[in-house]
């Protein structure tokens, strides 16, 4: 069984195919990188992995079971940062997090001080979300992501907005979550960020997949994902 497969996955917007017939296989425990350049359709995907909007043709499943937003049951297995994640601003990290700990029966207010602590927050834990950075909110949002102890985690761009060191800090964590068990899948334009903690990745173009495998494994046929991407994505 994989943590995550879609079956040719398809998204029409009118005339235009922003996915076309994407199959994607990721195994459990592992961290998966979906390239692509902007408009390639990896945002699209992730919202249909999510159950937040239906496929036009094709099938999602996730833990095994299929995924449609009449069916999200699985997903109460599955942590998600799509965009960057809304809090109320006036309530502290803690806060936003005690409130939405009320959604799950097992999450108690031990487990909101764990996620604090595992994504670098306890001290600012107190502060109101307002007067956080970029940086502090994505890692709340990774927080929130959490919470429940998801298998699988669907990313969408999770280190976008942070400096080099938050960067390296959330490479370090989802590297962490990853080796624990948990399964990873994220987008990201950021090859480097990518090259270092991936297992497997995707590229998306023009919403088809076009090239994909092992990272240990595509770095032996191309100098870096870089080079791998110019390859298929032709720089205007
Ligand atoms: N709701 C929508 N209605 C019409 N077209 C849409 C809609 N959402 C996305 N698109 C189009 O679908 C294509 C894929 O968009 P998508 O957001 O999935 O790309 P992306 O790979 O996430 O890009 P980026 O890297 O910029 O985030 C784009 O051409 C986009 O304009
Ligand atoms: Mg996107």
Do not use: W
């Not at 938050?166 to 590297?175: A, F, I, P, Q, S």
Request: proline share 4%.
């Amino acid at each position: 069984m994989y943590a995550l497969q879609t079956f040719d996955l398809t998204k029409r917007f009118g005339d235009l195919v922003a996915v076309d017939h994407v199959n994607l296989k990721v195994q459990e425990g592992e961290l998966f990188g979906f390239l692509g350049p902007n408009g390639a359709g990896k945002t699209t995907t992730i919202s249909m992995i999510l159950g937040l909007l239906y496929p036009t043709a094709g099938r999602v499943h996730v833990l095994g079971e299929e995924v449609s937003p009449t069916r999200t049951h699985v997903l109460r297995q599955v942590g998600a940062m799509v965009n960057t994640p809304g809090f109320l601003p006036y309530l502290s990290g803690r806060e936003n997090l005690r409130l939405l700990a009320r959604l799950y029966p097992d999450v108690d207010e031990r487990r909101v001080d764990e996620v604090l602590e595992l994504v670098g927050l306890r001290d600012a834990a107190k502060r109101k979300v307002k007067g956080y950075s970029t940086g502090m909110k994505q890692r709340l949002g990774l927080a929130a992501a959490l919470l429940h102890r998801p298998r699988l985690l669907v990313l969408d761009e999770p280190t976008s907005g942070l400096d080099p060191i938050g960067m390296k800090e959330m490479r370090e964590l989802l590297r962490a979550l990853a080796d624990g068990g948990t399964t990873i899948f994220l987008s990201s334009h950021l090859l480097h960020e990518v090259e270092q903690i991936c297992d497997r990745v995707a590229l998306i173009h023009q919403g088809r997949i076009v090239a994909e495998g092992e990272v240990r494994a595509l770095l032996q046929q191309y100098k870096s994902l870089e080079e791998m991407f110019t390859t298929y994505v032709e720089t205007p």
